[in-house]
């Protein structure tokens, strides 16, 4: 038998501020968190929240998962870990790892030579720097690993999470992604490929959309089995009841046009949670803004949801709000589907006004709305997440019984 | 070049290891490295500066043996002349 996986903490580091409440409130009241093209987390100050020596040893998105991961267990009310050590894991994505501390040590080594190149360059770099700086900060020793699936990754990095409470591997996870890619290089990279917004506006499913605003930032979870939850009188914020994942073996960047591995990676999600597309009351989207992403998710929507229920149920993009976060984004919109559940507030696709005819469901344009359970009781929401490569990962939440 | 002097060694190598993380205070020439909390990749980051700074190579073993900071700037001082 599998046990059920709850939510306790919540944590984020965004363009809209620190902190998982900063985010749903400040994108619920339209505020839009995209600067000259870019989602820079202009009020993340390192010194503010790590020791300088947590700050010398740890890329910027390291520092991004540290911050996030420590509001997170302390809204668990983890003083002292509640389980055994050895049972609670680290799940810590990224899309791209420490791409700043790669560029600085580069330059080190083209201008000073090999020789003075920083010991810590590589332990800086690693895309599982991430987990390893959380799991070591609070002595998590069970099982912690990096995740690497680009913009799908903080969403693998919670479904695996599950899987391992589910299965008794773990009595907890900590779970989540982390991306700092702000950087010159980093820009050059999807610039060339035409994947940026040109006009830096990120406005999903918009019929000017002209593709992604790059974002940076880290969303962490903390998950625990249901029953020692709730034996240790945490505070339930939600549920984690499904999660799936396909893969469109394709194309490297473009999504498949037919939908179909992505609708097959949300059918196959509402099964694993036991439950109907007409159970679902909010569909939180990847919705990047280019022209393709938009348009796969919502025939992939429609394939998964059948035409008539596709139409009906709100869908809003958080990217609207804070760009793209690569290998953070699907922990930070979780945290952002979370929290739309708990505080039953839909926050707005931001930006889109103009709609495109091909895209006809409903991506709550405007303003925040309540979020109106699908039948009566239950209240569940799922959050999509598709990456280069053709990863494609749904995950389904519960909202917490009130 | 000038001779270097143990004075300038030191105020050089407190310089690079608060900017390692401990504060500036606890940083006396008595203090071990395990008391400041700087490891060996700390002391990897140290011999690169040493090296770029003074020209003195210091190799892994050299570094193993140092267990304060007065052990370490004497045998820079020590290596430099």
Known sequence: ?402 | MSAITTQQVESRVVEALASFGPDESQITRGATFEELDIDSLDLVELAQIVEDEYGVVLKGEDMKELRTVGDAIDLIVERAS
């Open chain 1, 1 to 402: 038998m599998k046990h059920r996986v709850v939510i306790t903490g919540l944590g984020a580091v965004t363009p809209l501020g620190v902190g998982a409440r900063a985010l749903h409130e400040r994108w619920a009241q339209g505020v839009c968190g995209i600067v000259d093209g870019a989602g820079a987390c202009t009020d993340f100050e390192p010194k503010e929240f790590l020791s300088l020596k947590e700050i010398r040893r740890l890329d910027r998105f390291s520092q991004f998962a540290l911050v996030a991961a420590d509001e997170a267990l302390t809204q668990a009310g983890w003083e002292g870990l509640p389980y055994d050590p050895l049972r609670i894991g680290c799940v810590i994505a990224t899309g791209i790892g420490g791409i700043e501390t790669v560029e600085t040590q580069h330059d080190v080594m083209r201008d000073r030579g090999a020789k003075m190149v920083s010991p810590l360059g590589i332990p800086q770099y690693m895309p599982n720097a991430g987990a390893a700086a959380v799991g070591m900060k609070h002595g998590l020793q069970g099982q912690m690993y990096g995740v690497v699936s680009a913009c799908s990754g903080g969403a693998h990095a919670i479904g695996a999470a599950l899987r391992m409470i589910q299965y008794g591997d773990a009595d907890a996870v900590v779970a989540g992604g982390a991306e700092a890619t702000l950087t010159a290089f980093g820009f050059a990279c999807f610039n060339s490929m035409q994947a940026l917004s040109p006009t830096g506006v990120s406005r999903p499913f918009d019929l000017r959309r002209d593709g992604f605003v790059m974002g940076e930032g880290a969303g962490v979870l903390v998950l625990e089995q249901a029953t020692l939850a709730q034996a240790r009188g945490a505070t339930i914020l939600g549920e984690i009841a499904g999660y799936a994942s396909t893969s469109d073996a394709y194309h490297l960047t473009a999504p498949e046009p037919s939908g179909r591995p992505a609708s097959k990676a949300i059918e196959l999600a509402l099964a694993d949670a036991g439950v109907t597309a007409a159970d679902i009351a909010y569909v939180n989207a990847h919705g990047t803004s280019t022209p393709l992403n938009d348009v796969a998710e919502t025939v992939a929507l429609k394939l998964a949801f059948g035409e008539q229920r596709a139409k009906q149920v709100p869908v809003s993009s958080t990217k609207s709000a804070i760009g793209h976060l690569l290998g953070a984004a699907g922990a930070v919109e979780s945290v952002a589907t979370v929290e739309t559940l708990r505080t039953r507030i839909i926050p707005p696709t931001l930006g889109h006004e103009v709609p495109d005819p091909e895209l006809d469901l409903d991506y709550v344009p405007g303003e925040a709305r309540p979020l109106l359970s699908a039948n009566g009781d239950s209240l569940a929401a799922i959050s999509n997440s598709f990456a280069f490569g053709g990863h494609n990962v749904t995950l389904v939440f519960r909202g917490a019984p009130r």
